[in-house]
């Protein structure tokens, strides 16, 4: 056991003491906590069940709470974190804030350990309250993001642009052309077209959307159409150019003006490798959402040397 928590244990104890000596009449029994999935019981850890033992909490000891069990969720100790909050969850002393504090904290255990359902439960709970809401909305997108739930994270994605004034168009017209690229898969062109469509009207300037909208082109046989769109993509950002020049010659052929190709080939650069621009993230295709710093858009192609 690290020498450090064992100096924090004293102050920690002497804080409980000191609250234990207080009479409170408040009761508060959080329902989630019943359904976790960690039992602080079943899994012993002296230094934590000090803490969790204590008599009751002042405003020092659930500072010290949270501390440590932010401090356990960085180290990659999460069942020793989600104890510790769930310990503290457990107190039916805490006032309003101190609750909202503890249960945000144990949402982000949650997230962290892939346990996305208690997550979503705690934080659901503390935005319909309208507590630590754009904490709360901020980690509900990151969820819904991570489990492909797009039509939620667009509505969460909504929500946090009325609160907060950040703008995420771009955000939005991505999840739109996920949820495009779902009905595309299963052969649905007019589910997709009306997604790559709302795309578009949330964010004119989508080069994922404006490739969509040519490929739904493309499969709804109007080459033309889509041969416009391509060369409007290759005018725009010659850095997609790859995504799109095999889809351009193929319009080209079978709308049968293959010569008119030979151009754009010509101007189109060479690509093997593709970075992310934020993280140095590489990858050997273009994913629109970077799987490190899980930023959108900032994923780019590099010229062949």
Same mark, same amino acid.
């Given at each position: 056991?690290?020498? %450090?928590?064992?100096?924090?244990? =004293?102050?920690?104890? #002497?804080?409980? %003491?000191?609250?234990?000596?207080?009479? /409170?009449?408040?009761?508060?029994?959080?329902?989630?906590?019943?359904?976790?999935?960690?039992?602080?019981?079943?899994?012993?850890? =002296?230094?934590?069940?000090?803490?969790?033992?204590?008599?009751? $909490?002042?405003?020092?000891?659930?500072?010290?709470?949270?501390?440590?069990?932010?401090?356990?969720?960085?180290?990659?100790?999460?069942?020793?974190?989600?104890?510790?909050?769930?310990?503290?969850?457990?107190?039916?002393?805490?006032?309003? +804030?101190?609750?909202?504090?503890?249960? @945000?904290?144990?949402?982000?255990? #949650?997230?962290?350990? *892939?346990?996305?359902?208690?997550?979503?439960?705690? @934080?659901?709970?503390?935005?319909?309250?309208?507590?630590?809401?754009?904490? /709360?909305?901020?980690?509900?997108?990151?969820? #819904?993001? +991570?489990?492909?739930?797009?039509? /939620?994270?667009?509505?969460?994605?909504?929500?946090m642009q009325e609160l907060t004034g950040y703008d995420l168009r771009a955000e939005i017209a991505h999840f739109y052309c996920e949820l495009?690229?779902?009905?595309?898969?299963?052969?649905?062109?007019?589910?997709?077209?009306?997604?790559?469509?709302?795309?578009?009207?949330?964010?004119?300037?989508?080069?994922?959307?404006?490739? @969509?909208?040519?490929?739904?082109?493309?499969?709804?046989?109007?080459?033309?159409?889509?041969?416009?769109?391509?060369?409007?993509?290759?005018?725009? !950002?010659? !850095? #997609?150019?790859?995504?799109?020049?095999?889809?351009?010659?193929?319009?080209?052929?079978?709308?049968? $003006?293959?010569?008119?190709?030979?151009?754009?080939? +010509?101007? *189109?650069?060479?690509?093997?490798?593709?970075? &992310?621009?934020? &993280?140095?993230?590489?990858? /050997?295709? @273009?994913?629109?959402? &970077?799987?490190? &710093?899980?930023? %959108?858009?900032?994923?780019? =192609?590099? =010229?062949?040397?």
């Amino acid at each position: 056991m690290e020498v %450090w928590f064992f100096l924090l244990l =004293p102050v920690a104890a #002497y804080s409980g %003491w000191l609250v234990g000596r207080r009479s /409170s009449n408040k009761t508060f029994k959080p329902k989630f906590f019943f359904r976790a999935d960690f039992d602080i019981s079943k899994q012993p850890d =002296p230094a934590i069940d000090t803490l969790v033992r204590m008599p009751e $909490v002042d405003e020092d000891s659930v500072d010290t709470h949270l501390t440590l069990g932010n401090v356990f969720r960085k180290r990659g100790e999460l069942e020793r974190a989600i104890r510790l909050h769930q310990g503290l969850l457990s107190r039916n002393t805490l006032s309003s +804030q101190q609750k909202s504090l503890a249960q @945000l904290e144990l949402a982000r255990d #949650y997230l962290a350990a *892939g346990v996305l359902d208690r997550a979503e439960a705690l @934080l659901l709970e503390l935005v319909a309250h309208k507590i630590q809401l754009e904490e /709360s909305l901020q980690h509900l997108l990151e969820l #819904y993001q +991570q489990g492909s739930e797009w039509l /939620s994270a667009i509505k969460v994605a909504e929500q946090m642009q009325e609160l907060t004034g950040y703008d995420l168009r771009a955000e939005i017209a991505h999840f739109y052309c996920e949820l495009a690229e779902e009905a595309i898969d299963i052969k649905d062109l007019p589910i997709a077209k009306k997604n790559v469509g709302r795309a578009l009207r949330v964010c004119r300037q989508s080069v994922r959307a404006l490739i @969509l909208r040519a490929k739904l082109e493309k499969l709804s046989g109007n080459f033309n159409k889509a041969i416009k769109i391509y060369k409007h993509i290759a005018s725009k !950002d010659i !850095d #997609y150019f790859s995504l799109i020049i095999n889809d351009l010659i193929d319009c080209y052929k079978l709308a049968d $003006v293959t010569t008119r190709a030979f151009d754009f080939v +010509q101007d *189109g650069a060479s690509y093997t490798r593709y970075r &992310c621009d934020q &993280c140095g993230f590489t990858a /050997s295709k @273009l994913q629109w959402h &970077c799987p490190s &710093c899980r930023n %959108w858009d900032v994923i780019k =192609p590099i =010229p062949a040397s």
